[in-house]
């Protein structure tokens, strides 16, 4: 029986994706989430969407690494976010 498919998006494949990860990736998990996918299905806003995340995450300011993490991560859980 045929698979339905997980999205109407065409998305990238493992190995496309991983392609364009930097290698030692801080988020290189031993497995590819599926946002990443997700996002990397639209070529117009992957970059931004990456530039826009390395700011949040990355960027020198107040708030710490791990304040940072935490934010986004009560963030996601409190939008029932499995991301």
Known sequence: ???????WVVLPSEAEVRA??????LYDFGFLPAMARL??????YAPLFGALFGQILFAPGSLSRRERELIAAVTSAAQDCHY
């Open 20 to 25: 364009l990860m930097p290698p030692g990736s």
């Open 39 to 44: 996002v990397m299905a639209h070529e117009q």
């Open 1 to 7: 029986m045929p698979r339905s498919p997980d999205a």
